[in-house]
């Protein structure tokens, strides 16, 4: 019962009923009240009228006037609905159809509610006790029995109707209960299986499109999200814990090679260096692990400057062309000057850096890496990176942003295996996104950020001012 | 040279305290901030090493803060933990000189104290820089080793001349992508051995002795071997 009192479809449903129980009340209750009224009124003003024309009877012709006036309304009304009854002053009859005065009138002249048995059966009445001339008492009463008998039919009436409505409200309640609870109790199911970690359940869809097919629907596509986010990060941490496994597993041997073997002074030397340089590769990841942090934190917007795009384009390709050099490559810059951007300039040139890595890691030696801004819609600016390398096949397009995610063609080569996943942070903290086309062959990285407008007077960057190690200034004498 | 070094992890404080006197250097060593700052402000040292996160009720900024209020122009450098690269932009503007993250390699510590002290002693206009038989012109862009003019592209007469203004000291390979090109980022390592290698082919080969020389695990030192 309790869960009953608790079930949101049975709530509603006795609240409807007892809504129209007493809407039903007030409707039938005022119609009784105004009808009631008017019966009163007339029944009254017959009353009053009677026991008037006894009254002028008595006064104009005595008693035996107001005694035939009484015989002949009694012989006259013919049916039993009036009664008369008039008494001298120590309440002995003299005429009218009631043998004795009732007791339920009392001693002060007004209008009685009274009760007469007659021919067996009780007649409530409504009467009129006035004191004539003379002291004559006189009883004018009218039977109100059918008003009392309809207004206990429209009173059982009412509660019949209430109890019936309760009733269907209660069955309604059940019959929604089951069929909303049925629906509920699905997603609860499906929760609930999720919480035990089973990402694969998805809500039922009934495909009638109603509110909990939507609801339904909304659920599984979050549901779809989070078993996504859940399956990156998990895969994310086993890429981690694999991806350090190796340098720690080769600076472990290494330690223990030493312990065991003691070589001489020298070889110690030269083993601890290497040593150290495992060391920073696993150092190297967790830099780059907690700079995606904190990308993808926000924290760095509240830094975001003006910042030339062109110039930094420019020295980001400077740093790295003898690297492209060494491979033969030739990096070909076009840049347009006055590109300005609102973000990090640090940031910026990281993932620009990252784009031109990739770039000259994976081009085929003596060929052309191209580097170029384009502008785009609403201003947009694209950076775009080129190369003739194997590319990224369309299936591995969304994977490549991953952290750690290693594709074919990564295989064998050096990195952390989150430098594309830090250019698409960057991106998306500039508000900006990170796509891949087909050069044909080759891959095209486009880094499109927002263009800062066509303001003019780019503010200085006053980190750039105190920046450390520059050197120093030569001041003119 | 004299170090004030405050840091409140024992093990690390050890570790610099021992890399500094093997060098020649006298260190201070406080391991709370109000020790720290006491030293500081009492005594004359070269450079301050600090720790960001300092037990004492002052910690590494407040240091720095307060020195600097008083007029104090000593080099700080200071350190923290990973994961506070924001912090390093509030450490320089409250009036530090440098930042580095832990963990650290000493090297790279001792080789930006070094860079520290000496531009806080740099005293005139330069118009030629000398190391060995190398030497470079300010003015002209000229550079010659032993009388032989060498042609450099723009970006190698810059780092050259980074190389030289620091010479005898190491200097990494952040440090050059700072000086240089002034962004902070994570280079792979490659990129900044291959313009040492561009540059040393340049003004290493056919000469002797070698001045371009790499120190493992820490950077670049140009200069003849001691």
Known sequence: MNSLVRSTAVRLALGYAALFVVSSLVLVGFLWWRTADYLDREIDAVIVADAQAISDRLRDFGLPGAIETIADRVSHAGDEHSIYLLTDPALHRVAGNLEAWPLQVGSTPGWYEIELVRAGKVHATRGLFAVLPGGFRLLVGRDIQDRVEVRTLILHGLAWASLGALGLAILGGLLLRRSVLHRVEAINRTASAIVRGDFSQRVPVQGSSDEFDRLARTINSMLERIEHLVDRVRGASNAVAHDLRTPLAELRARLEDIARARPPGEAVHEEIEKAVADIDRVIGIFNALLRLAEIDSGLRRSAFRRVDLAEIVGQVSEIYEPLAEEKGIVIAAEIPSGAAVDGDADLIAQAIGNLLDNAIKYAPPNSRVSLQIASGDEGRLAIEVADHGPGIGDSERARVTEPFYRGDRSAGTEGTGLGLSVVEAVARLHGGALEFRDNKPGLIAVLTLPGAGARDGAETDPLRVIRPMATPPVSAP | ?226
């Open chain 2, 1 to 226: 040279m004299k170090i004030l070094l405050v840091e409140d992890n024992q093990r690390v404080a050890r570790f610099v305290q021992n890399g500094f006197r093997e060098e020649g250097h006298t260190v201070d060593y406080a391991d709370n901030g109000r020790d720290g700052l006491f030293l500081a402000s009492s005594e004359r040292y070269d450079a301050i090493v600090l720790d960001r996160m300092l037990p004492g009720g002052v910690d590494g900024l407040g240091i720095v803060e307060a020195l600097r209020k008083t007029g104090n122009k000593t080099p700080i450098l200071i350190l923290s933990a990973l994961g506070e690269v924001d912090e390093r932009v509030r450490g320089l503007r409250m009036g530090g000189d440098d930042y580095l993250a832990k963990p650290f390699a000493f090297g790279e510590l001792s080789a930006r104290v070094d860079a520290l002290v000496r531009r806080s002693q740099f005293a005139g206009p330069e118009t030629t820089l000398e190391v060995g038989d190398l030497r470079m012109d300010l003015l002209s862009h000229a550079v010659a080793r032993a009388g032989r003019q060498i042609q450099l592209q723009p970006r190698e007469f810059k780092l050259l001349e980074f190389l030289m203004r620091h010479a005898g000291k190491v200097v990494t390979r952040t440090m050059l992508l700072e000086g240089i090109w002034d962004y902070h980022f994570d280079a792979q390592t490659n990129v900044i051995d291959s313009h040492i290698s561009k540059l040393r082919r340049k003004i290493d080969t056919g000469f002797d002795p070698p001045l371009l020389r790499t120190v493992r695990g820490v950077g670049y030192k140009l200069g003849p071997d001691e």
